[in-house]
Nanobody, 124 residues
Framework: QAQLEESGGGSVQAGGTLRLSCVAP????VAWFRQAPGEEREGVAAIATIDGRTFYADSVLGRFTISQDYTKNTVYLQMNSLKPEDTSVYYC?????????????????????WGRGTQVTVSS
């Protein structure tokens, strides 16, 4: 299966915006996770690429939006109103197949393909 290509991390001030991109051709489930030093990996947002259903962690609901561009095999994570606590390494993950329920898409155990990660730093 294809490798995942992430881009778009960086440093912003609180309240700023960033957009992450992940090229993930051929996968039916694509998600963004994040992991800060000393913390567990957290599912942030996921999308079922076949029907466009989206899933969000409560911590980012209303601020982050996951979307896709079929023509570019790319999934985006638009991050608005960023907070210092959003600082983390963000990973794109992908998996083929069907995930049932609203929790499964945000659990890292359900994904076998991972990107290398991109740093997001939000300063206060």
């Amino acid at each position: 299966q294809a490798q995942l290509e992430e881009s778009g991390g960086g440093s912003v001030q609180a309240g700023g915006t960033l957009r992450l991109s992940c090229v993930a051709p051929g996968y039916t489930n694509v998600a963004w996770f994040r992991q800060a030093p000393g913390e567990e990996r957290e599912g942030v947002a996921a999308i079922a690429t076949i029907d466009g259903r989206t899933f969000y962690a409560d911590s980012v609901l209303g601020r982050f939006t996951i979307s896709q561009d079929y023509t570019k095999n790319t999934v985006y994570l638009q991050m608005n109103s960023l907070k210092p606590e959003d600082t983390s390494v963000y990973y794109c993950a992908a998996q083929s197949g069907i995930m049932y329920g609203s929790r499964a898409p945000l659990l890292d155990a359900h994904y076998s393909k991972w990107g290398r990660g991109t740093q997001v730093t939000v300063s206060s």
